[in-house]
Protein backbone atom coordinates (compact mmCIF):
# COMPACT_ATOMS: atom_id res chain seq x y z
CA UNK A 1 0.00 0.00 0.00
CA UNK A 2 1.45 3.23 -0.93
CA UNK A 3 0.08 6.67 -2.38
CA UNK A 4 0.01 6.98 -6.28
CA UNK A 5 3.01 9.55 -6.09
CA UNK A 6 5.01 7.26 -3.47
CA UNK A 7 4.67 4.06 -5.29
CA UNK A 8 7.06 3.31 -8.21
CA UNK A 9 5.59 1.87 -11.78
CA UNK A 10 6.96 -1.68 -10.90
CA UNK A 11 4.80 -1.74 -8.12
CA UNK A 12 1.96 -0.23 -10.20
CA UNK A 13 2.84 -3.43 -12.73
CA UNK A 14 3.13 -5.84 -10.38
CA UNK A 15 -0.49 -5.28 -9.00
CA UNK A 16 -1.56 -4.95 -12.38
CA UNK A 17 0.03 -7.88 -13.75
CA UNK A 18 -1.69 -10.34 -10.29
CA UNK A 19 -4.62 -8.89 -10.52
CA UNK A 20 -5.66 -8.06 -14.06
CA UNK A 21 -3.40 -9.44 -16.74
CA UNK A 22 -3.00 -12.58 -15.63
CA UNK A 23 -7.16 -12.55 -15.52
CA UNK A 24 -7.20 -11.45 -19.10
CA UNK A 25 -4.44 -13.83 -20.45
CA UNK A 26 -6.23 -16.38 -19.31
CA UNK A 27 -9.71 -15.15 -20.31
CA UNK A 28 -8.28 -14.44 -24.30
CA UNK A 29 -7.02 -18.35 -23.94
CA UNK A 30 -9.96 -20.11 -22.96
CA UNK A 31 -12.62 -17.82 -24.90
CA UNK A 32 -12.84 -20.49 -27.59
CA UNK A 33 -13.89 -22.89 -24.89
CA UNK A 34 -16.05 -20.52 -23.16
CA UNK A 35 -18.10 -19.60 -25.80
CA UNK A 36 -18.48 -23.61 -26.80
CA UNK A 37 -19.49 -24.32 -23.62
CA UNK A 38 -21.53 -21.16 -23.11
CA UNK A 39 -19.18 -21.01 -19.69
CA UNK A 40 -18.99 -18.37 -17.09
CA UNK A 41 -16.21 -16.20 -16.20
CA UNK A 42 -16.13 -14.65 -12.31
CA UNK A 43 -13.96 -12.24 -11.71
CA UNK A 44 -12.77 -11.40 -7.62
CA UNK A 45 -13.14 -7.81 -7.44
CA UNK A 46 -12.96 -5.47 -4.56
CA UNK A 47 -15.03 -2.67 -2.68
CA UNK A 48 -11.61 -0.62 -3.54
CA UNK A 49 -12.86 -0.95 -7.25
CA UNK A 50 -15.58 1.57 -6.42
CA UNK A 51 -14.30 3.18 -3.48
CA UNK A 52 -10.96 5.07 -3.24
CA UNK A 53 -8.69 4.71 0.01
CA UNK A 54 -5.70 6.59 0.54
CA UNK A 55 -2.84 4.95 -0.89
CA UNK A 56 -4.77 1.84 -2.39
CA UNK A 57 -4.53 3.53 -5.98
CA UNK A 58 -2.72 0.28 -7.94
CA UNK A 59 -5.14 -1.86 -6.10
CA UNK A 60 -8.61 -0.51 -6.77
CA UNK A 61 -8.06 0.57 -9.99
CA UNK A 62 -6.49 -2.86 -11.14
CA UNK A 63 -9.90 -4.40 -9.65
CA UNK A 64 -11.97 -1.59 -11.77
CA UNK A 65 -10.02 -2.99 -14.69
CA UNK A 66 -11.53 -6.12 -14.02
CA UNK A 67 -15.21 -4.87 -13.63
CA UNK A 68 -14.83 -2.97 -16.83
CA UNK A 69 -13.31 -6.33 -18.75
CA UNK A 70 -16.50 -7.97 -17.12
CA UNK A 71 -18.32 -5.51 -18.86
CA UNK A 72 -16.70 -5.46 -22.20
CA UNK A 73 -17.10 -9.29 -22.24
CA UNK A 74 -20.44 -9.41 -21.67
CA UNK A 75 -20.91 -6.71 -25.13
CA UNK A 76 -18.40 -8.70 -27.06
CA UNK A 77 -19.06 -12.56 -25.60
CA UNK A 78 -22.79 -12.81 -25.72
CA UNK A 79 -22.51 -16.75 -25.04
CA UNK A 80 -19.93 -16.23 -22.03
CA UNK A 81 -21.39 -14.87 -19.26
CA UNK A 82 -18.86 -12.91 -16.75
CA UNK A 83 -19.57 -11.15 -13.46
CA UNK A 84 -17.30 -9.42 -11.26
CA UNK A 85 -17.81 -9.97 -7.78
CA UNK A 86 -16.88 -8.24 -4.41
CA UNK A 87 -16.00 -10.81 -1.82
CA UNK A 88 -16.39 -8.29 1.13
CA UNK A 89 -13.70 -7.97 3.81
CA UNK A 90 -13.05 -11.03 4.19
CA UNK A 91 -10.38 -12.42 6.94
CA UNK A 92 -7.43 -12.70 5.17
CA UNK A 93 -3.72 -11.86 5.24
CA UNK A 94 -4.83 -8.93 3.74
CA UNK A 95 -6.64 -7.45 6.33
CA UNK A 96 -4.24 -8.80 8.55
CA UNK A 97 -1.65 -6.26 6.72
CA UNK A 98 -4.38 -3.50 6.83
CA UNK A 99 -4.20 -3.67 10.17
CA UNK A 100 -0.68 -3.78 10.48
CA UNK A 101 0.55 -1.39 7.76
CA UNK A 102 -2.48 0.60 6.55
CA UNK A 103 -1.76 3.46 8.55
CA UNK A 104 -0.96 5.91 5.17
CA UNK A 105 -4.78 5.27 4.84
CA UNK A 106 -6.63 7.88 6.06
CA UNK A 107 -7.64 7.78 9.70
CA UNK A 108 -11.28 7.36 9.65
CA UNK A 109 -10.77 4.22 6.70
CA UNK A 110 -7.98 2.53 8.91
CA UNK A 111 -10.06 2.82 11.90
CA UNK A 112 -13.24 1.16 10.06
CA UNK A 113 -10.89 -1.83 9.19
CA UNK A 114 -9.52 -2.35 12.51
CA UNK A 115 -12.83 -2.16 13.77
CA UNK A 116 -14.36 -4.77 11.64
CA UNK A 117 -12.04 -7.47 12.60
CA UNK A 118 -11.78 -6.04 16.34
CA UNK A 119 -15.91 -7.07 16.35
CA UNK A 120 -16.24 -9.84 13.97
CA UNK A 121 -17.13 -8.59 11.29
CA UNK A 122 -14.98 -10.01 8.88
CA UNK A 123 -16.36 -12.05 5.82
CA UNK A 124 -15.09 -15.96 6.14
CA UNK A 125 -13.67 -16.99 3.29
CA UNK A 126 -16.32 -19.99 3.06
CA UNK A 127 -19.24 -16.98 2.51
CA UNK A 128 -18.26 -15.22 -0.19
CA UNK A 129 -16.40 -17.92 -1.74
CA UNK A 130 -19.36 -20.17 -2.15
CA UNK A 131 -21.35 -17.76 -3.72
CA UNK A 132 -18.02 -17.23 -6.25
CA UNK A 133 -17.98 -21.16 -6.39
CA UNK A 134 -21.62 -21.18 -7.08
CA UNK A 135 -21.48 -18.27 -9.83
CA UNK A 136 -19.29 -20.13 -11.66
CA UNK A 137 -21.18 -23.36 -12.12
CA UNK A 138 -24.81 -21.76 -12.25
CA UNK A 139 -24.14 -17.56 -13.16
CA UNK A 140 -27.47 -16.25 -14.74
CA UNK A 141 -26.56 -14.55 -18.35
CA UNK A 142 -28.47 -11.71 -16.89
CA UNK A 143 -26.02 -11.09 -14.46
CA UNK A 144 -22.94 -10.80 -16.85
CA UNK A 145 -21.37 -7.44 -17.10
CA UNK A 146 -22.65 -6.70 -13.81
CA UNK A 147 -20.19 -5.83 -10.68
CA UNK A 148 -22.07 -6.73 -6.86
CA UNK A 149 -21.01 -7.63 -3.52
CA UNK A 150 -21.09 -10.87 -2.35
CA UNK A 151 -24.52 -10.46 -0.38
CA UNK A 152 -26.24 -8.18 -3.05
CA UNK A 153 -29.89 -9.05 -3.09
CA UNK A 154 -29.40 -10.01 -6.31
CA UNK A 155 -26.93 -12.29 -5.79
CA UNK A 156 -29.47 -14.34 -3.48
CA UNK A 157 -30.05 -17.57 -4.44
CA UNK A 158 -25.90 -18.27 -4.71
CA UNK A 159 -25.57 -17.97 -0.85
CA UNK A 160 -26.17 -20.96 1.22
Same mark, same amino acid.
Given at each position: ?7 SL +???? %? ?12 ? =?HT? !? &?L??? *?G ?6 ? @?A?T ?11 ? =?A?L??LS %? &? ?11 AV? !? @?R ?5 Q???R +? *????M? =? ?10 ? +?G??V?? +?Q???V ?8 K !??L????F??D ?5 E?? %?
Amino acid at each position: MARIADASL +EEWK %QLYDANFFSALALV =KHTI !P &HLRAA *KGRVIFTSS @GAATKAYTSWGAYGSS =KAALNSLS %Q &HIAVEEPDITAVAVS !P @GRVDTDMQKEIR +E *KGTAML =KKDYEDFKAAFE +EGKLVRP +EQSGGVIARLSVDAK !PGLSGKYFKWDAPELAEYR %Q
